[in-house]
T-cell receptor
């Protein structure tokens, strides 16, 4: 158990819909990261938040957005969903300035 | 543009023998490298890391070697055990951001499936 909690574990929805994925970081970790793993792909960095502020951005689509709340939990919002958005979405956390990330178990999104 | 590559999609090894997983990178700004292990239905778990100022780091059965001139790193597992069967991801990081707070922007390879046979 990494201490990072992600909900929901599985989500099935239709094209055009919007979903929200939630992440609770390890106690004391200020940084939250979101990664996407599509079929046969490595993990792709989406976005990082540090203590409520956006700190780094990867190849995150404009249809996707994220935020980190004062209690440090984070949400990843995916809208106007397309079939290609089907993937595993991982959240990770760290104490800022440390490069070893602790990952949650992921949220598997299936878009039909 | 694949900045971190794991060219072997899979590797099969006999229990007790050495497993060698390889990783190549292209970005000269990477200065920290990590290996993660992933079991099905679980998130990646940190295994071992190495800074670019070193060429070797050892932790029990796991050793990571870094060859900066070749932009190549490898993970050695000795001896291999059936419980090591998993997907292994190589990841790289560059020092970015104020105060190092963007260190966690890791660039991952596609992974190598290791199977250790009893």
């Amino acid at each position: 158990d990494s201490g990072v909690t992600q909900t929901p574990k599985h989500l099935i929805t239709a094209t055009g819909q919007r979903v929200t994925l939630r992440c609770s970081p390890r106690s004391g970790d200020l940084s939250v990261y979101w990664y996407q793993q599509s079929l046969d792909q490595g993990l792709q960095f989406l976005i990082q938040y540090y203590n409520g502020e956006e700190r780094a951005k990867g190849n995150i689509l404009e249809r996707f957005s994220a935020q980190q709340f004062p209690d440090l939990h984070s949400e990843l919002n995916l809208s106007s969903l397309e079939l290609g958005d089907s993937a595993l979405y991982f959240c990770a956390s760290s104490v800022g300035g440390v490069r070893e990330l602790f990952f949650g178990e992921g949220s598997r999104l299936t878009v039909l | 543009d694949q900045q971190v590559k794991q060219n072997s999609p899979s590797l099969s090894v006999q229990e007790g023998r050495i497993s060698i997983l390889n990783c190549d990178y292209t970005n000269s700004m990477f200065d920290y490298f990590l290996w993660y292990k992933k079991y099905p239905a679980e998130g990646p778990t940190f295994l071992i890391s190495i800074s670019s100022i070193k060429d070797k780091n050892e932790d029990g059965r796991f050793t990571v070697f870094l060859n900066k001139s070749a932009k190549h790193l490898s993970l050695h597992i000795v001896p291999s055990q059936p419980g090591d069967s998993a997907v292994y991801f190589c990841a790289a990081s560059a020092s970015l951001g104020a105060g190092g707070t963007s260190y966690g922007k890791l660039t991952f390879g596609q992974g190598t499936i290791l199977t250790v046979h009893p």
